[in-house]
């Protein structure tokens, strides 16, 4: 009987280190799938947690009011400002769409991953970062566009229920006591199908007094009135009118628009003036506001000129200029544009009107008044428009209400300070087209 001596070979050694290298790696691999999963378990779980928490806080907070003021679309830093706090792991940052008291859409970024929230639950997970851009957010469904001085497009991308939200401009200021009115607000929800589109255009502020001196100061954007400033023993000084912020149908400034193509409207305000003679013939006003279905009106509180008026624009007027004749130049509110001032003769008028549906009235011993927002479209529900200390009503149509409330931020049911704004968030995706 013959005994084979021979060793391993070269290719079994190998043979055998490959196999062993294999069942490494696959271990490794479960793992570090083990453990990926176990992470992804934990951030979902701290997800839901702060999510909660959010709710909770929102909640609370607007538990007293008869509409809800804390929505809209949350940094996770204002979220902290406003209460929220968890046990366990926190979001590093992000943001969180909220409506109707609950959290809907958002994106939180932890350590190594970005949680995607849709209809208040994780959507999705990935490595990106949390990052909100003007214009169409697809991952949260919400878009946003700022003052740019140009028309903008929406092009819906699901077909679904949104909520439109239009912040108007303010006037332009003579200082931080005699300030230009401030912008309104206005809200809907709406049917829209995909790939409609929508065109908006962002209302501009109307120009201080001091930007021109012994010349035209031109109105912000959207039908913003002009305003004249003189120097002199007399000097007259006035800041143009806030721009008005729009949804339409169809292409175009609100003057150039179809009624029936308008969707939605934030009316502008109007400018302040600053006029001084003497002690006894002067005069320091604040602007109208504007947004509501009246724009705010200004009336002379003092001086030789007590009781002249300058008129918000209406749901079918532009305001009135309150003091016309050949030598004033004045140029009442009208369709889309806000009262216009000039210089003729010895008059110089200072304040321009605030845009809106209807514009308001430029002043001239007064500040100007603001326009008028506009939420009267068959296809809107749930309209209501805000405007600061303005007339309210109930009234379908028009609905308004009256605010104190005041930011340079877009927030919900709050007059705006600045430059006017858009906010459009998809708040229920449908099947089908409707």
Request: charged share 20%.
């Amino acid at each position: 009987m013959k005994i084979n001596n021979k060793g391993i070979t070269l290719v079994e050694l190998l043979t055998v280190l490959i196999v062993l290298i294999l069942i490494f790696l696959l271990a490794v691999t479960k793992v570090n799938d083990a453990m990926d999963n176990a992470e992804q378990k934990s951030i979902k779980a701290s997800s839901l947690s702060y999510i909660k928490a959010v709710n909770d806080v929102i909640l609370l907070k607007n538990a007293d009011l008869l509409e809800p003021l804390y929505e809209g679309y949350y940094t996770y830093e204002e979220l902290d400002e406003l209460g929220v706090r968890i046990s366990g792991t926190k979001p590093l940052t992000g943001y969180l769409v909220i409506l109707d008291n609950r959290v809907t859409n958002g994106c939180l970024k932890f350590k190594d991953r970005r949680v995607i929230i849709k209809n208040g639950d994780v959507d999705s997970m990935d490595t990106k970062n949390c990052k909100i851009k003007k214009g169409y957010n697809s991952d949260v469904g919400v878009f946003l566009d700022e003052y740019s001085g140009r028309e903008k497009t929406f092009t819906v991308q699901k077909t679904g229920k949104y909520k439109l939200e239009v912040w108007g401009a303010q006037g332009g200021s003579y200082n931080e006591t005699y300030f230009g009115g401030y912008g309104g607000y206005s809200k809907a929800i709406v049917n829209l199908n995909k790939d409609d589109v929508l065109y908006i255009n962002v209302g501009g502020k109307g120009v201080d007094y001091n930007k021109v001196v012994n010349g035209t100061n031109k109105g912000g954007y959207n039908g913003g009135g002009d305003s004249y400033t003189m120097t002199g023993n007399c000097g007259n000084y006035g800041g143009s009118g806030g721009g008005a912020t729009s949804i339409a149908y169809s292409s175009g400034l609100i003057k150039n628009l179809e009624i029936d193509d308008i969707l939605i409207i934030a009316g502008g305000g109007g400018g302040s003036i600053r006029r001084h003679c003497s002690d006894s013939d002067y005069n320091y006003e604040n602007g109208g506001s504007g947004g509501g279905y009246i724009g705010g009106s200004k009336t002379v509180q003092y001086g030789l000129y007590k009781g002249d008026v300058a008129l918000g624009g209406t749901q079918t007027l532009g305001g009135y200029a309150g003091r016309t004749g050949t030598e004033s130049g004045m140029i009442n509110g009208s369709y889309g544009q806000g009262g216009q001032t000039t210089r003729t003769g010895g008059y110089t008028n200072s304040a321009g009107g605030g845009g809106g549906l209807y514009g308001g009235g430029n002043g001239m011993f007064v500040g100007a008044s603001g326009g008028s927002g506009y939420i009267g479209n068959e296809n809107l529900t749930e309209a209501r428009m805000y405007c600061y200390e303005c007339r309210e009503t109930d009234v379908k149509n028009v609905y308004t209400i009256s605010t104190d409330r005041v930011s340079e931020k877009p927030i919900n049911n709050t007059a705006k300070k600045g430059n006017g704004y858009v906010r459009i968030t998809l708040i229920e995706e449908s099947n089908s087209n409707n």
